[in-house]
């Protein structure tokens, strides 16, 4: 059975640029969340969608951070203009039932 | 939100010692779930242990939900078992917001 897969694994941008990651989830499994990982720290809940309906995103900073589920299978974020402080490791999960499976992350470096 | 403490924070162990690792929750919590974060980042699931206890090889680990803590023992433990270990739950009564631990960072030293 494949795993979560996400693209890109590594990426460096400018501060006040925009950057996109992508996640295609376990085939069948209709929960998706984005975690962001701070170097140190445990993973942080971003948003969390059920099918292409968002069940929680009270952590996502709005103003800057977007994130869309089309037809309910990939998924992408968006950071747009990005801060020093996204510097994080971008991880995207999913479950069918309640365990999570992640992928291997997106590490972001914002200079 | 719920808080969740693990200890201890760092853990160094001779190749072949047992361990156990504590994870406490400030609330009741459900979908209570380990994770396994090696060296090069890679999450793995270990256990979804809401109640009871569960093995799996060298693994193990029991939550007593009424008392809002789990365990996760190691036994025989080997370098591979290096990296960070993570417990996660949710609140009950919510489908929301799988709140990590800060983890436990373990050594193995050959």
């Known amino acids: 059975e494949a795993g979560v897969a996400q693209s890109p694994r590594y990426k460096i941008i400018e501060k006040r640029q925009s950057v996109a990651f992508w996640c295609n989830p376990i085939?069948?499994?209709?929960?998706l969340y984005w975690y962001q990982q701070i170097l140190g720290q445990g993973p942080k809940l971003l948003i969390q969608?059920?099918?292409?309906?968002?069940?929680?995103d009270s952590q996502l900073p709005k103003d800057r951070f977007s994130a869309e589920r089309l037809k309910g299978v990939d998924s992408t974020l968006k950071i747009q203009p990005a801060k020093l402080e996204d510097s994080a490791v971008y991880l995207c999960?999913?479950?069918?039932?309640?365990?999570?499976?992640f992928g291997s992350g997106t590490q972001l470096s914002v200079l | 939100g719920i808080q969740v403490e693990q200890s201890p924070p760092d853990l160094i162990l001779q190749e072949g010692a047992n361990s156990t690792l504590r994870c406490n929750f400030s609330?009741?919590?459900?979908?209570l779930q380990w994770f396994h974060q090696n060296p090069w980042g890679q999450l793995i699931n270990l256990f979804y242990i809401p109640s009871g206890t569960k093995q799996n090889g060298r693994l193990s680990a029991t939550t007593v939900a009424t008392e809002r803590y789990s365990l996760l023992y190691i036994s025989s433990s080997q370098t591979t078992d290096s990296g960070v270990y993570f417990c996660a739950g949710t609140p009950r009564g919510s489908a929301r917001q799988l709140t990590f631990g800060s983890g436990t960072q373990l050594t193995v030293l050959p």
């Open positions: 969608f059920q099918n292409n309906g968002v069940v929680d």
């Open positions: 609330d009741s919590v459900n979908n």
């Open positions: 085939s069948g499994h209709a929960t």
């Open positions: 999960a999913s479950s069918s039932h309640e365990k999570l499976f």
